[in-house]
């Protein structure tokens, strides 16, 4: 597994299913092979960030860089893994797991008034001011329990 010249075994799908819960298929674990294989143009059984950033809906995301950190280097059977969290099938637990994971920007195990302001730069560019944004956080109060919840900020 993980040359592109190579074919899944019948063992081969059924590790990657378990390793992924089931949330996938056997014959769509087939076709995400296909996919892993065209991206990993070299063979070398793992996708680099280059070729994640060949794809241009990929690259196009305002969080890719942030995403790029999770899946770079990872084999075939981790990135399907990974993939798995986006399935409708995926728990609440995994989907925030990789909520959390995206937010973390210092991957300090906290998401803090910084990790936000962060990803709002990320999203926003340079449309809004670094002020705007303070006011837009500090103006949620979800997200300030959020981050209160989950974070060790001593701004608040
Ligand atoms: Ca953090």
């Not at 190579?6 to 990657?16: A, P």
């Not at 995206?102 to 999203?123: A, P, W």
Request: with cysteine; net charge negative.
């Amino acid at each position: 597994m993980g040359n592109a010249s190579s074919m899944l075994t019948q063992y081969d799908i059924e590790d990657v299913q378990d390793h992924c819960n089931h949330l996938f298929s056997q014959q769509e674990i087939v076709s995400l092979y296909q996919r892993f294989c065209q991206l990993d143009r070299n063979s070398k059984g793992f996708i680099s960030a280059d070729e994640f950033m060949s794809v241009p809906e990929f690259a196009m995301n305002p969080l890719s860089q942030r995403l790029l950190k999770m899946v770079d280097g990872l084999n075939f059977k981790d990135f399907v893994a990974f993939l798995s969290t986006f399935s409708a099938k995926a728990s609440t637990a995994q989907k925030i797991e990789l909520i959390f994971k995206v937010y973390d920007s210092d991957c300090n195990g906290k998401v803090t008034f910084d990790d936000i302001m962060e990803v709002l730069r990320d999203l926003t560019g340079s449309f809004i001011s670094d002020k705007q944004r303070e006011v837009q956080v500090e103006s949620c109060p979800v997200l300030l329990k959020c981050v209160h919840m989950f974070g060790n900020n001593l701004r608040w």
